[in-house]
């Protein structure tokens, strides 16, 4: 199968001498500021054997980077202050000395803040297929294959059941609820603005709730009067323990994220009725992270394209052009001024 957009021209014109990069200044102490990133330009590094050159050109948005800059790091090695910031992206091989990529293919990378990055070649993933490349940073990017795996081998959402889904107008909400509607299921998102509500139910949801202005409590007892059986919980803190009361007997909680906890210099408590509420409703919390589930990556990718292509599964890109503004953009993440996926076109060429 060919590489999607590829064409020796385009890596030509992308050429260019200087590489932006934002570095970790220091770490935040507290909520993150712009001041904790320093731009700076640098010479476009050279490839060695078994190495290759990339060009960015979308740069992932995760509210997860905000834990990678920590002091403590989180499930990986922390970001230290004088390293490039760490993202994930989608870039274009400019040149190769690994056998595996020649210049032109397009690759899935972690080449983080900045315009060109040298990778070990077999830290890179060639993608395949004409799938639009914005795609490969959404749906069938890594929060499309976290909304798959979370919500399919955790969640095991079956027909008929009610699935809550929080931070659900996010990249990753936003799919797993409409996994759960493929799946058959009653589905209710959670999300911070009447806009983001009204778009989840232009997406099939059942019920939406405005967090931020219903009280969240009684808002879920209305839309789920049976209780709930799958909660998809992306934010954790307040949101949780809504959901943890109204789980029904048997249900299942998603720990996919904990975005209300990432910005804070102290995390909230754990929720209350732990393991109380566990014991006596048979309750299972489990958490998980996508990349363990790589080793079955097409099939999700395979599925998720299918369901794009029937309809079944919308999307909303938020697009931030330019590399500069991936510090504001990162806050701004943070406290949900995105609808669906953010990321930023580095390459304003792409
Ligand atoms: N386990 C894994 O392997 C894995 C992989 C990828 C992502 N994740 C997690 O999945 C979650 C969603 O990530 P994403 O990339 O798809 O981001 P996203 O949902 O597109 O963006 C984050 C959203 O969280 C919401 N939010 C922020 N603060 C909140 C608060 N205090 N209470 C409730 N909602 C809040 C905001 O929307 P509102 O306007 O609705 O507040 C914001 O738009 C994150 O927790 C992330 O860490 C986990």
């Known amino acids: 199968m060919r590489s999607p957009n590829r064409g020796i021209s385009k890596v030509r014109k992308a050429m260019e001498s200087i590489n932006h990069q934002y570095l970790l200044a220091h770490h935040p102490e507290g909520a993150l500021q712009e001041s904790n990133f320093t731009w700076q330009e640098a010479p476009v590094p050279k490839p060695a054997a078994g190495e290759v050159l990339v060009r960015v050109l979308y740069l992932s948005l995760d509210p997860a980077n905000r834990g990678w800059i920590n002091k403590g790091g989180s499930y990986r090695d922390p970001v230290l202050p004088g390293q490039v910031m760490a993202g994930f992206t989608i870039a274009r091989v400019v040149e190769s000395k690994f056998s595996g990529l020649a210049a032109g293919d397009i690759v899935e990378c972690e080449a983080g803040w900045q ?5 070990p070649g077999d830290k890179l993933h060639r993608l395949e297929g004409d799938a639009p490349l914005e795609l490969w940073m959404n749906v069938l990017g890594l929060t499309g294959k976290t909304a798959y795996f979370g919500l399919l081998d955790i969640g095991k959402p079956q027909p008929g059941e009610t699935v809550v889904v929080s931070g659900a107008a996010g990249a990753t909400g936003s799919v797993a609820g409409q996994i759960a509607k493929i799946k058959g299921c009653r589905v209710v998102g959670i999300a911070g603005t009447d806009e983001k509500c009204e778009w989840l139910r232009e997406l099939g949801f059942d019920a939406a709730i405005n967090y931020k202005r219903e009280e969240l409590a009684q808002g879920l007892r209305a839309a789920c009067p049976d209780g709930i059986d799958v909660y998809f919980d992306n934010v954790a803190g307040d ?49 998980f992270i996508v990349m363990d589930h790589y080793d079955r990556r097409q099939e999700a990718e395979r599925e998720l ?46």
Do not use: F
């Not at 315009?115 to 990778?119: H, I, P, Q, R, S």
């Not at 990432?262 to 919390?285: C, F, H, N, Q, W």
């Not at 369901?307 to 701004?332: C, F, M, N, S, T």
């Open 239 to 287: 949101t949780l323990q809504a959901a943890l009361l109204q789980m029904r007997l048997h249900g299942r909680i998603v720990c996919c994220g904990a975005v209300s906890q990432y910005d804070k210099a102290e995390r909230a408590p754990s929720p209350m009725g732990l393991p109380g509420l566990l014991i006596v409703r048979r309750l299972t919390m489990q958490g």
């Open 115 to 119: 315009d060109y990055a040298v990778l």
């Open 305 to 350: 394209l299918q369901w794009v292509r029937e309809g079944h599964i919308q999307y909303r890109l938020d697009i931030v052009d330019g590399l500069k503004q991936a510090p504001r953009a990162l806050i701004g993440v943070l406290y949900g001024d995105n609808t669906g996926k953010r990321m930023i076109r580095v390459d304003p060429n792409t």
